[in-house]
């Protein structure tokens, strides 16, 4: 399967814990988003990549959320002193050169939060 | 980005054609219609995009108006296994924003 691969499927954390996840896009997708779920809503953007750079991040993203995609390949979302706000799914996406709006996501992680 | 108003739930019989409507009343003209869906506990998927012309491929046909206020997605046969939410969003093409605005999105269920 070369689809849009995403880990830990769940995580189970205590609050003021630090936790990353990591998403490996599409092989050759040079575009990566992150996107946060919670219950009964859709999607809401956090951060998108092209290659390397971060260029685009929410206000969603505090000074808590970090998030790294080095050489341009797979990427990882790191939560510091995670809140029980945080407790959401994230969803990874990638997308081709050109085609930003038909993005590719993977299947999230949800990260509860006690 | 225009907004959306989708119904919040819809039902369909296995094998009819599903018709979920929406609109979006202050769409520009140089913004796409895209639909996407989520089958629970999975990621969204793109299914279809249309600008004016109604468009068509394997997994639906998007019917839009011709004042492009409002705009149909069509399942033709649909099964259980199109049970999902499915999402209609409005944004512009090209530049460097391809950030996704989902709003909830209609809850199609599809039953046997």
């Known amino acids: 399967d070369t689809g849009v691969s995403q880990n830990p499927r769940h995580k189970i954390t205590k609050r003021g814990q630090n936790v990353t996840f990591r998403c490996d896009p599409i092989?050759?997708?040079?575009?990566l988003y992150w996107y946060r779920q919670t219950l009964g809503q859709g999607p809401e953007f956090l951060t998108y990549?092209?290659?390397?750079?971060?260029?685009?991040k929410s206000r969603l993203l505090s000074d808590r959320f970090s998030a790294e995609r080095p050489k341009g390949s797979f990427s990882t979302l790191e939560i510091q002193r995670t809140e029980q706000g945080d407790s959401a799914m994230y969803l990874c996406?990638?997308?081709?050169?050109?085609?930003?709006?038909?993005?590719?996501f993977g299947p999230g992680t949800r990260l509860t939060v006690t | 980005d225009a907004k959306t108003t989708q119904p919040t739930s819809m039902d369909c019989a296995e094998g009819r054609a599903a018709n979920l409507p929406c609109n979006h009343s202050?769409?520009?003209?140089?913004?796409?219609v895209y639909w996407y869906r989520q089958i629970h506990s999975q990621g969204p998927q793109y299914i279809i995009h249309?600008?004016?012309n109604n468009e068509t491929n394997e997994m639906a046909s998007l019917i839009i108006t011709e004042d492009r206020k409002s705009s149909t997605l069509i399942l033709p046969h649909a099964t259980l296994r199109d049970t999902a939410v499915y999402y209609c969003?409005?944004?512009?093409?090209?530049?460097?924003?391809?950030?996704?605005?989902f709003g909830k999105g209609t809850l199609l269920t599809v039953n046997p």
């Open positions: 990549f092209q290659n390397e750079a971060q260029l685009e």
């Open positions: 969003i409005v944004h512009i093409s090209g530049g460097s924003n391809y950030k996704l605005t």
């Open positions: 249309g600008l004016k």
């Open positions: 996406a990638s997308s081709l050169p050109g085609q930003g709006f038909e993005q590719y």
């Open positions: 202050t769409i520009s003209g140089n913004e796409y």
């Open positions: 092989s050759e997708h040079n575009r």
